[in-house]
């Protein structure tokens, strides 16, 4: 299994909503990431974790909370977003170190009302 | 945050035609990978490079990591209509190995 697979593939969400993006990857990978798109910009990092244990931050408002329950799983619990949030949020693993370079679920596609 | 420089911006080119886009930093970087990217879908590797000097081939496409360690370019030859995407440089430096930071982007239109 060389994928990492992300749900739901759209989500309209209201401001007062709380939600949950999921990540699943099964091939062994110790180091998730969680990537902010806006359209026709690059990817952003927002959080890294190795080893399941929080790494990076890239000071992201906490109304974004990340979640590793194991190896495999990355969630984003998301809590009264604003529409300014609104983009395509991705997931992506790798072995430790990225040197090996990443691979990327087809992402969230998340519209805040 | 910190981008790579990429250019161009855009390309508009006939179907058959040979492409060349490049990435350029004022620092050093240690691995250069190139991805290309649908409407609606998440990255894909297309080529990952991690020596200074390295050129690399996977099919039609060749990237070279630059000798100074600050650039990068990948060239596509023979163009056909399904290398319509945006193609991403993207590289990690010495000094935060987890930080993939990538270049803003070249959308590349293959008129058949």
Not at chain 1, 58 to 69: A, I, L
Not at chain 2, 23 to 40: E, H
Not at chain 2, 76 to 104: E, H, Q
């Amino acid at each position: 299994d060389t994928e990492v697979t992300q749900t739901p593939k759209h989500l309209v969400m209201g401001m007062t909503n709380k939600k949950s993006l999921k990540c699943e990857q099964h091939m062994g990978h110790r180091a998730m990431y969680w990537y902010k798109q806006k359209a026709k910009k690059p990817p952003e990092l927002m959080f890294v974790y190795s080893y399941e244990k929080l790494s990076i931050n890239e000071s992201v408002p906490s109304r974004f909370s990340p979640e590793c329950p194991n190896s495999s799983l990355l969630n984003l619990h998301l809590h009264a977003l604003q529409p300014e949030d609104s983009a395509l949020y991705l997931c992506a693993s790798s072995q430790v170190g990225t040197e090996y370079g990443y691979t990327f679920g087809s992402g969230t596609r998340l519209t805040v009302v | 945050g910190q981008q790579l420089n990429q250019s161009p911006q855009s390309m508009f080119i006939q179907e058959g035609e040979d492409v060349s886009m490049n990435c350029t930093s004022s620092s050093i970087f240690n691995t250069w990978l190139w991805y290309k990217q649908d409407p609606g879908e998440g990255p894909v590797l297309l080529i990952a490079l991690y020596k200074a000097g390295e050129l690399t081939s996977n099919g039609r496409l060749t990237a070279q990591f630059g000798i100074t360690r600050k650039d990068s370019f990948l060239n596509i030859s023979a163009s056909i209509p399904s290398d319509v995407g945006i193609y991403f440089c993207a590289g990690t430096r010495m000094d935060s190995s987890y930080k993939l930071i990538f270049g803003s982007g070249t959308r590349l239109l293959v008129r058949p």
